[in-house]
Every structure is written in structure tokens, then in C-alpha cells.
């Protein structure tokens, strides 16, 4: 299973390495990332409409991501409140205008509509013979390999995660209290104590915690850690511009790895350029852990 880590692991590191200077060539990625996603999602959709006794699985998706979500919202937001209570952060720069918080909704909820569309796709279509299993895997080395490369070119150095204690700081509590959130939706749902962990281990990373756990758990549980996982940045999306104020570790926190990319711009414009290198920081690291902790629960 280390093995399999590193495989999954190498496409991230060999972006990583690689410098580009060409800002036309970064375009292209940043492009290309999320027609991945898309891709990726949209495959997980056809996966799950090749599950037997359907009705009874999507009853279950939903038990499963809702409990999830809920428990993992009130465990980490209870303890990002608590290490704001710690520390006084840096006084917040002059709120620019707030984003569309609609419009950054509706695109969350497009991802959710390509896995709708790709499970209809798979009920019209008699996908038995095509691989979609194999098809995904590529996918997904070559976005973490794109992932990779936005990294290295983003103008942060490994050496400044280890500056940053804050960002470290606001990352060890979400991964400490998403476990402890997994836990006890494990206990609600009866399920295996690492099979939660494995979930609330992705840190909102939904295209990485979907394809990880269903290729070990099965379409269920991979599009239940989906939906957990969106409907965490959806909730982000809503409450960054509420908590930013007097609970900043809270707001930069909860989005998980998602404070990197697709939240960074609502962390920036409620809380202004001071608070980003921390939730960049804190981002990266769950973004990194993140698929490490995935396969070494799903190997327990």
C-alpha cells in the first residue's frame, strides 16, 4: 500500500519539479484542471449508474454524506473557534467588495449536475464493456500532475509552509477534528472506524476523495465522500464572509484543502491579501496529506 501511495503520490511530486515561465502554457493548465474534474466527475456519475438495487444505494449515498458532513462541520469549526480564541490574528485589511457568493454556489453545484449527467449517461447507455475504472485512474494522475505544476509556479517554496506556523497550526486542527467528526459519524452509521477516517481525510478535495474511496469502497462510498466533501465547500462558500471577522482561523479552516484554489478568492476578498499566505499554507498541507491518509486508512 506505500507503494500504491507513492504511485498516486508521483505525478504530484514530478509537477512539482517542473518550472514553467510561460504564462500562456500556465493558462492552458488552469484550463485544462477543471475540464479534469469534469472529466473525472462525470466518469464517478457512470460508475454509479452501473450499481445494483439503485434506489436503496441512493437513499444511502445520502445518509451516509449527510451525517458525515454534519458531524465534520461541528467538529472542525468547534475547534478552528477555539484556536481563534488562542490567538489574536494580524487586524484585517479593508474589506474589498464581496464576491457573487449565488454565482460561486452555482458553480460548485455544476460539478454536482456533470456527476448527474454522467449517471444519466450510464442508465441510457450500456457501459458494461468500457472501462471506467481505468479511464478515472489516468484522469486523475494527470490532474494531480497538473496540480503539481500549479503548485511549483504559484510563487510558493516548500520552505515557506515551515514560516507560516499559523497556516501549519490551522491545518493540524482541521485534520485533527475531521477525525474526530469521522468518529462519531462512524458511530451514528455503524461503519468501519477507518472507512470515516478515509473520508474525512480528503479535507474537501472531492475529484481525490471520490475516485480514491470508491476504487476501495466501491461507487457508494466514493460518491457519499463526493457529495460530503461539496457540500463542505458550499457551506465555506456561504460562511468565509461571516466568520472572517472574529473568527478568521474558522473561515480560512473549514474549506480544508479548498483554501488553495477554488475558496481562495472569497478568503482573499473577505479578509484581504494578510490572510492568504495563510490559507494558502494551510491549504497546501491537507492538499498533500490528503491522499497519503486516504490509502493508509483504506489499507487498515
Known amino acids: 500500500m506505500l507503494l500504491n501511495a507513492l504511485l ?6 514530478i509537477g512539482y519539479l517542473i518550472p514553467l515561465h510561460s504564462r500562456t502554457l500556465l493558462s492552458g493548465i488552469n484550463g485544462a484542471l477543471g475540464k479534469m474534474v469534469y472529466l473525472i466527475l462525470g466518469l464517478m456519475g457512470m460508475s454509479l449508474a452501473g450499481i445494483d438495487d439503485l434506489g ?4 444511502q449515498i445520502l445518509k451516509i454524506s449527510g451525517v458525515m458532513l454534519a458531524s465534520l462541520t461541528l467538529c472542525n469549526l468547534a475547534l478552528l473557534w477555539w484556536l481563534d480564541r488562542q490567538r489574536t490574528l494580524p487586524l484585517m485589511e479593508a474589506l474589498q467588495s464581496a464576491p457573487n457568493k449565488l454565482h460561486m454556489m452555482w458553480e460548485s453545484l455544476q460539478l454536482g449536475l456533470v456527476v448527474l449527467a454522467g449517471f444519466a449517461f450510464g442508465l441510457i ?6 472501462p471506467i475504472e481505468k479511464f478515472s485512474e489516468w484522469a486523475l494522475m494527470l490532474l494531480l500532475l497538473f496540480i503539481g505544476i500549479q503548485m511549483r509556479n ?9 514560516l507560516n506556523r499559523w497556516g501549519m497550526t490551522i491545518a493540524i486542527g482541521v485534520m485533527l477534528s475531521s ?7 462512524a ?28 476504487d476501495k469502497l466501491g461507487p457508494v462510498m466514493g460518491s457519499a465522500a463526493f457529495l460530503n466533501d461539496l457540500g463542505r465547500e458550499l457551506i465555506a462558500i456561504l460562511i468565509i464572509p461571516l466568520l472572517m471577522r472574529r473568527h478568521p482561523s474558522a473561515a ?7 483554501a488553495l484554489d477554488f475558496t481562495l478568492p ?15 499554507v494551510s491549504g497546501f498541507i491537507l492538499s498533500l496529506l490528503g491522499p497519503i491518509l486516504i490509502l493508509g486508512f483504506l489499507a487498515l
Open 8 to 13: 498516486i503520490l508521483l505525478p504530484l511530486f
Open 56 to 59: 436503496g444505494s441512493i437513499a
Open 125 to 130: 447507455v450500456d457501459l458494461s464493456s468500457f
Open 154 to 162: 504559484s510563487g510558493m517554496r516548500l520552505r515557506q509552509i515551515l
Open 179 to 185: 477525525w474526530l467528526g469521522a468518529l462519531i459519524a
Open 187 to 214: 458511530l451514528v452509521l455503524s461503519l468501519p472506524a477507518t472507512h470515516a477516517l478515509a473520508m474525512a481525510s480528503s479535507f474537501g478535495w472531492y475529484s481525490l476523495s471520490g475516485i480514491l474511496v470508491a
Open 252 to 258: 480560512i479552516g473549514y474549506g480544508g484543502a479548498t
Open 266 to 280: 472569497v478568503i482573499q476578498r473577505s479578509g484581504g491579501g494578510g490572510v492568504v499566505p495563510v490559507a494558502i
